[in-house]
């Protein structure tokens, strides 16, 4: 059972454009969702992340949307560069003790930013 | 400071084979989560060791075992390799400590890619 959704699959963006990529999730119990961007042959770095609670966190050019009541949140990408293509993860986690959480990620979307 | 590190980085393997993975967390850090990642898929959790202690398991077959060292280490062997076993696996430390609404960041590895054959 596949507890976060994501999509687009694949975008492509002009340079300078806004990329945004969707997350829905199912579990009402995550607590944490952070996004990753993995370039090929690397593992996943994270991007950005939020917690349930507050409905937008924006670092430089990236943001994230938070809809709690939707069980959405989606990663905007302001002012795309080239330098931003790479596959792109949001992910959900759980916590249940110290030392005891993992992360449920989505299928990820692969963003082409074109010049 | 140094990141994650994995090794090997390339592995080939045929099937029925048995495969060890190894992984150095950052140092400092005491929880260790291991993933799969299919060829255009997410990551899929495996295992999450804390303090030497199994804290959590995903959805995979008693064939995938893992174990963490004193110096916080860890290994992940696979038994009875399938060709549905190549992926790339990685490796994530963190800290291990941090209270429920202060959320830990999970770092990962370069990955350790197998191809059973």
């Known amino acids: 059972q596949q507890q976060v959704k994501q999509s687009p699959q694949s975008l492509i963006v002009q340079k300078g454009g806004i990329s945004i990529i969707n997350c829905a999730y199912e579990n009402t119990a995550f607590d944490y969702f952070p996004w990753y961007q993995q370039f090929p042959g690397k593992g996943p770095a994270l991007l950005i992340a939020i917690r349930p609670d507050v409905s937008e966190k924006k670092e430089g050019r990236f943001t994230i949307s938070f809809n709690k009541s939707a069980k959405q949140f989606s990663l905007h990408i302001m002012d795309s560069q080239p330098g931003d293509s790479a596959t792109y993860f949001c992910a959900a986690s759980l916590f249940s003790g110290a030392g005891s959480y993992q992360l449920t990620f989505g299928k990820g979307t692969k963003l082409s930013v074109i010049p | 400071d140094a990141g994650v590190t994995q090794s090997p980085t390339h592995l080939i393997k045929t099937r029925g084979q048995h495969v060890t993975l190894r992984c150095s967390p950052i140092s400092g850090h005491k929880s260790v989560s291991w993933y799969q990642q299919v060829l255009g898929q997410g990551p899929q959790f495996i295992f999450q060791y804390y303090e030497k202690e199994e804290r959590g398991r995903g959805n995979f077959p008693d064939r995938f075992s893992a174990r963490q060292f004193p110096n916080y280490s860890s290994e992940l062997n696979v038994n009875a390799l399938l060709l549905g076993d190549s992926a790339l696996y990685l490796c994530?430390?963190?800290?291990?400590?941090?209270?429920?609404?202060?959320?830990?960041?999970?770092?990962f590895g370069p990955g350790t890619r197998l191809l059973v054959l």
């Open positions: 994530a430390s963190s800290t291990g400590t941090a209270p429920i609404y202060h959320q830990e960041t999970q770092y």
